[in-house]
């Protein structure tokens, strides 16, 4: 419903005559602009400024029954308060129905990310609660979560969305979904969507959130979710990473999480004094994060149920007690859930038959070389494999199996094998309605990367950068 529909539904149940409602439109043409005086009123309705002070003077007076408060208001300051109060109302009345948050749902970009992130998600209440307090304790403010590679700060911000449901951005460098513009197109979008916002569509970020509050109720925090500050492709400024204003209006929240800066000239969110700032570095939660990974480690033996009976299976083929296996695995990924992840589903390979975890490196880069060893990805019988790893790698863009197929000559069906065997080191999500596979996570980006450097890969890097040559002249023509 519009602001006018609004307006003339209310006139209509307050029993207005249509001159009283057409004056009543005029007066009030916006609910976020200031009333028009009784000068710029007169003239729109080629009436005199007397007719004008006694329709207006009949509006209040109808209107009284349901605004008391007009009765405390005097002169110009009386269509000011009936603004106040129409604008509360149709607020109020939008925040019900189809209309405002008509759609509050994530964008189809982020689906398959949060769908992913959040399937096996345990734990981490302490980093909500923090939230939680931060929101309690200030007017605004960013709270950003801190954490290392495989710490699960993705995860967290896709538990999050998928709870509450709020305004999101998620930078994917490997995507190239990692722009300013990029990020203002889709918050923009999201939030001419979900609040009905008009007029919106050039304007910038600080005027964006103040629209929205302007629309919200005191009680209704604005909380927008942005994650992986640290994928954003930027130019060194003084500018915030993704210009994200140094003063935040009342009420409005913003949660983001980044990777730790390697020194402090990284930086790149300032804010003013009134704009608080909170750090939660998951670095120093030892204990919460030692909590979480066995929380995690129990739902896999118990409640997990593609892994819990091949796990139980395992534990009791390599003569390992429930305690005592998450007490070592524990010990080994430390606090680093990626580690943990990839783990279990290497304990259900053939490759890890037998296996001993004392021997588990301590580190998620030292383990990704025990992988690929294990794997047989070093053997020359397993040349293919690789092959197909490292096309996606060179491609640097999702891609479909039907491109690696054909880059590499082969078939589907092939190309298919290796990806489910390695599945849980990609990402799949759907591109202009195709299935497309990228890396999972950066760290395993970068080892594969590494290999790049060793005498006995080179030649295969070489083979598959001529064949993704090959391929993209055919089939750009």
């Known amino acids: 419903m519009s602001w006018q529909d609004f307006l003339k539904q209310k006139a209509t149940k307050q029993g207005l005559s249509i001159e009283l409602q057409n004056t009543l439109l005029t007066a009030l043409p916006d609910e976020n602009k200031n009333p028009q005086n009784q000068n710029n009123i007169a003239n729109n309705l080629n009436i005199g400024v007397d007719t004008v002070k006694a329709r207006l003077k009949e509006i209040y007076t109808n209107?009284?029954?349901?605004?008391?408060?007009?009765?405390?208001?005097?002169?110009?300051?009386?269509?000011?308060?009936?603004?106040?109060?129409?604008?509360?109302?149709?607020?109020?009345?939008?925040?019900?129905?189809?209309?405002?948050?008509?759609?509050?749902?994530?964008?189809?970009?982020?689906?398959?990310?949060i769908e992913s992130r959040i399937k096996r998600f345990v734990g981490r209440e302490f980093v909500f609660d923090a939230f939680s307090k931060f929101v309690e304790e200030n007017d605004q403010g960013y709270f950003t979560v801190i954490g290392k590679p495989g710490m699960g700060k993705s995860a967290i911000a896709c538990k999050y969305v998928s709870d509450n449901q709020v305004p999101c951005y998620f930078n994917i460098s490997s995507n190239a979904n990692n722009t300013p513009?990029?990020?203002?197109?889709?918050?923009?979008?999201?939030?001419?969507?979900?609040?009905?916002?008009?007029?919106?569509?050039?304007?910038?970020?600080?005027?964006?959130?103040?629209?929205?509050?302007?629309?919200?109720n005191d009680e209704q925090p604005l909380i927008i979710l942005?994650?992986?500050?640290?994928?954003?492709?930027?130019?060194?400024?003084?500018?915030?990473?993704?210009?994200?204003?140094?003063?935040?209006?009342?009420?409005?929240?913003?949660?983001?999480?980044?990777?730790?800066?390697?020194?402090?000239?990284?930086?790149?969110?300032?804010?003013?004094?009134?704009?608080?700032?909170?750090?939660?570095?998951?670095?120093?939660?030892?204990?919460?994060?030692?909590?979480?990974?066995r929380k995690c480690l129990d739902y896999f033996l118990k409640d997990d149920l593609v892994y819990k009976d091949k796990l139980q299976v395992w534990l009791a083929e390599n003569d390992y007690q429930g305690d005592n296996f998450i007490n070592i695995v524990q010990s080994k990924v430390i606090d680093n859930f990626m580690y943990l992840v990839c783990l279990m589903d290497a304990l259900m390979k053939d490759e890890y038959k037998n296996f001993d975890l004392n021997k588990l490196p301590p580190k998620l880069e030292d383990y990704y070389i025990l992988h690929w060893q294990r794997m047989g990805m070093t053997d020359?019988?397993?040349?293919?494999?690789?092959?197909?790893?490292?096309?996606?790698?060179?491609?640097?863009?999702?891609?479909?199996?039907?491109?690696?197929?054909?880059?590499?000559?082969?078939?589907m069906d092939a190309v298919g094998t290796v990806l489910n065997s390695w599945y849980q080191y990609f990402k799949i999500e759907k591109i202009e309605e195709e299935v497309c596979y990228d890396f999972y996570h950066l760290s395993f980006r970068s080892y594969i990367e590494s290999r790049q450097e060793l005498e006995q890969d080179k030649p295969m890097f070489k083979e598959v950068n001529e064949r993704i040559f090959q391929y993209l002249n055919m089939n750009n023509g």
């Open 63 to 113: 209107f009284a029954s349901i605004y008391p408060e007009l009765s405390n208001s005097k002169g110009a300051g009386k269509l000011k308060t009936l603004h106040n109060c129409l604008r509360q109302s149709y607020f109020q009345l939008n925040k019900t129905s189809d209309f405002v948050e008509q759609d509050i749902s994530y964008p189809k970009a982020f689906r398959s990310l």
């Open 181 to 216: 513009p990029q990020f203002l197109s889709s918050l923009r979008e999201q939030l001419i969507r979900r609040y009905a916002l008009s007029n919106a569509e050039d304007i910038d970020l600080m005027t964006l959130l103040e629209e929205v509050r302007d629309r919200l």
């Open 226 to 293: 942005v994650d992986a500050l640290d994928e954003v492709r930027q130019e060194q400024g003084p500018e915030n990473i993704l210009y994200l204003p140094k003063n935040l209006p009342n009420n409005v929240y913003f949660f983001l999480t980044r990777r730790p800066y390697s020194n402090d000239t990284e930086k790149r969110l300032f804010t003013e004094i009134d704009t608080p700032q909170f750090e939660l570095d998951l670095r120093k939660e030892t204990k919460h994060n030692q909590e979480d990974i």
């Open 380 to 411: 020359v019988d397993n040349r293919f494999k690789v092959l197909v790893i490292y096309t996606i790698k060179e491609i640097q863009t999702p891609i479909p199996k039907e491109a690696i197929a054909e880059i590499l000559g082969t078939d």
